[in-house]
């Protein structure tokens, strides 16, 4: 395919790529295993010596196809889908990390990701730092140790809305000869390639706007085949020595720039196996068709629900990078002059029972603990996700405990505006 095709293209006609007499639309190959007529065939893909599918727990036709589209949407070499977004963070990390090693994350990042990385992580003797994206470089600086193997934020942070500067925190990570990772989720490759601005690997909860539908949970791991592992060979041995579970083969030696997307695949899926099912990826690819034209509207409809939530007085405070006044609004269109997301973090005057009010007397808008979904809805991330933090923790993780978060859709404008306007006459507090 021509490498220089637009994201529009890309969304609808990326990946799969049908011969002659083939069906146009990716079949679902819902299948476990692959036969073979030669066992001495099916022994080479054991070994990594030949490529072929043999078990789906490992590669799987229609996983690889909505992969190729996601990887070529990101500007990447190598992409492999997850049965969750949780999932692909924890490969993505678990690929260059061990017992002993320690990360720095971001600390404006989605709570199931917080959780995982301070806790989690923590049990399988991964410990991480987390640092305010703001920080200024030094800082940063501060947060690494001699045995930090990466640094990890979100392009815009779930629930907060916070936008990451990628390029400060490359040059971070590249001085301490370690990868960036970053969650672009939210923005989306039609909004953000993280890839341009120095990011090297990429995840995904490809449940969210990649989607659009709700109707599958899932992630994805992208790798862009910048960042030199073997330059740094002796903080990434599981890349660049060999791997007695593969005969000795060494990852980056073997498959150069496809070398961390093999291992991901060829140790952690097989070891691991936190696979989609073949269904969900065609499910994701159902929704990828129309990804660029859904975050266009998106954020046509969130910029008009900011701009109201703004002005009006009953309302304490907005955070929409869209926003002329917003303390991310410059950055947002460094790195997403397109627009950035539905998105919506406020709050309310009063306290947290003014949210909830507010919430419990929406009619269209719907109450759930989805994001970024074509159905416009609305969480409390201090009643819902994250209930079982003190408001100090919440403040730490940059969640004010008023915060609602408001997920446009993109139904009419006209429509949501409405419902906002009359909850928000139900709460009762004075304009
Ligand atoms: C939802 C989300 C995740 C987790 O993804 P799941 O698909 O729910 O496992 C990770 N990162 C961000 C930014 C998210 O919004």
Known sequence: MNKNLKTATL???GGYQPKNGEPIEVPIIQSTTFKYDDSNEMAQLFDLKKEGYFYSRLQNPTNDAVALKIAQLEGGVGCV???????????????????????????????????LFGVTMKKLGIECTFVNPDASEEELQAAFRPNTKLLFGETISNPGCAVLDIEKFARVAHRNGVPLIVDNTFATPVN????????????????????GTASQVGGAVVDSGNFDWMAHAEKFPGLCTPDESYHGLTYVKAFGKMGYTTKLVA?????????????????LNLGLQTLHLRMAQHCKNAQAVAEFLHDDPRVAWVHYS????????????????KGSCGVIAFGLKGDRDTAVKFMDSLQMINIVTH????????LHPASHTHRQLTDEQLKAAGIAPDLIRLSVGIEDVDD???DIKQALDQIGVRK
């Open 11 to 13: 969304c609808v006609q």
């Open 81 to 115: 889908l997850t049965s969750s977004g949780q999932a692909a963070n924890f490969y993505a990390v678990f690929n260059i990390c061990e017992a002993g090693d320690h990360i720095v994350a971001s600390n404006e990042i989605y709570g199931g990701t917080f959780n």
């Open 192 to 211: 953000c390639r993280p890839f341009e601005w120095g990011a090297d690997i990429v995840t995904h909860s490809t449940t969210k706007y990649m989607d």
């Open 267 to 283: 140790q952690l899926m097989r070891d691991l196996g936190s696979i989609p099912a073949p269904m969900n990826s065609f499910i």
């Open 322 to 337: 869209g926003l002329k006044d917003d303390r991310y609004h410059e950055r947002a269109m460094k790195y997403m002059p």
């Open 371 to 378: 994001v970024a979904d074509a159905r416009s809805c609305v």
């Open 416 to 418: 949501i505006l409405d």
